[in-house]
């Protein structure tokens, strides 16, 4: 694997602990700008909004430029709103810190992407994303915990000067260990850019990734309350039992990474009806540790992690250009808007279970968004056994299958 995408993915860890550094940091940073600890929640909802919907748009800005160019240009930015962050006057200013930080965090996630796979074979570009979306798994296992602490030892505006310190850290590892490419084969203009998202088949495919964020974030984001009201462990316990989930995430990522390039298609069947039943497994054991535990590391294995397995079926049908890699890192975080958001509303109405139903739903949702590729896979398989010229299209189907185009998601 080239370094290149390693030190991708070190770029990616830095945008992800500063995404998450918010909810380790919730009382601290509402006494520090007089406001409530809901307030400050809503930096989370504000910075997944900004990514959503601001990084598409600045990737449009950004078309023109060599992927390491656009990365020297989003690090700068990404530096200006965390040091704006750690040096924010009022909540406003906090406010437009996260904007800035979401639109350049999303923008680098859709270039880092791309320019790994321009970097790699196309066998092979599977396994890239998985080590650049190391980084993410990373992020949430060790940069979360590190930057809250740095907060509650030396105070939250610290944890931001740590992470801008990370950034520009990051941003030299980039300059030094990435070397110059050209603008991808067919990029350049918002036009032709476009023309990957005529296809029906591509916002199906990004539906999916939306379901099976959203599955996993509908239960991932309330682990706390369900592990100690209903499971009955101790809040001090908890923070090892994230660290174990990470530890998961990290691991499922490198296995899917691993077998993303030659059966995506499977890898996500079987990732979501994992999913799902670990989820369903999880609501029906919560009063047991032994059995909530297991269910939520496999949520961990196979929750997340797919998304090697998403972006190499959304490269196939669509592109590996910025602006779709960076339009379907917006339908992930709408995933995780869309999971948080369920999950909430269906804890206040039925209980602290509900969320891990609602996920369970999700990942159901997600496998009935497969079956249109399912039947086509099929059918091309069943194909060559009625030719009629007698060539055994067979072995052209299965190399096929082990060499995609990008009209065939594996």
């Not at 965090?105 to 859709?110: D, E, K, N, P, V």
């Not at 791309?114 to 970097?119: A, E, F, H, M, R």
């Not at 009625?386 to 082990?402: K, V």
């Amino acid at each position: 694997m080239p370094r290149a995408v390693h030190v991708l993915a070190f770029g990616i860890f830095a945008m992800v602990t500063s995404e998450f550094v918010v909810a380790g940091l919730m009382p601290q940073m509402a006494a520090g700008l007089g406001v409530t600890v809901p307030q400050i929640g809503y930096l989370i909802t504000v910075f997944a909004l900004a990514m959503a919907l601001g990084g598409p748009l600045l990737s449009v800005a950004l078309l023109r430029l060599p992927p390491k160019t656009a990365l020297m240009v989003l690090f700068p930015l990404f530096l200006a709103g965390n040091v704006l962050a750690a040096t924010a006057p009022d909540y406003p200013a906090m406010v437009i810190a996260r904007i800035i930080t979401g639109v350049a965090s999303q923008a680098f996630f859709g270039v880092a992407i791309s320019l790994g796979s321009q970097l790699t074979r196309p066998e092979v570009r599977g396994r890239a994303v998985a080590v650049i979306l190391n980084g993410l798994m990373l992020g949430t296992l060790l940069g979360l915990p590190l930057a809250t602490l740095t907060g509650e030892r030396y105070g939250w505006r610290a944890a931001f000067w740590s992470i801008s310190a990370l950034t520009a850290a990051a941003a030299l590892c980039t300059l030094i260990g990435v070397g110059r490419t050209g603008r991808p084969e067919g990029s350049g203009t918002f036009r032709s850019e476009l023309t990957a998202f005529r296809a029906p088949r591509l916002w199906l495919t990004l539906l999916t990734s939306t379901m099976v964020i959203g599955a996993t974030f509908s239960a991932f984001s309330y682990l706390n309350p369900i592990l100690t009201r209903v499971t009955g462990f101790s809040p001090g316990t908890v923070p090892l039992l994230l660290l174990a989930y990470g530890a998961a995430t990290v691991i499922g990522n490198t296995a899917v990474g691993r077998l993303a390039d030659r059966h995506t298609l499977p890898v996500l069947l079987a990732g979501l009806s994992l999913n799902a039943v670990f989820l369903a497994g999880f609501a029906l054991l919560a009063r047991f540790d032994v059995g909530a535990v297991l269910c939520m590391l496999g949520i961990g294995l196979v929750g997340v992690t797919m998304n090697p397995a998403l972006v190499t079926r959304v490269q196939r049908v669509g592109n590996a250009r910025p602006l779709v890699n960076t339009v379907h890192s917006s339908f992930i975080t709408f995933g995780v808007v869309l999971g948080s958001a369920l999950g909430g509303l269906g804890l206040d109405r039925f209980g602290l279970r509900a969320p891990l139903w609602l996920g369970a739903a999700l990942a159901v949702t997600g496998l009935l968004t497969l079956v249109p590729d399912l039947l086509r896979r099929t059918q091309r398989l069943t194909r060559p056994r009625t030719a009629s010229d007698g060539t055994d299209t067979t072995s052209l189907a299965n190399s096929e299958h082990r060499t995609p185009t990008p009209l065939h998601p594996g």
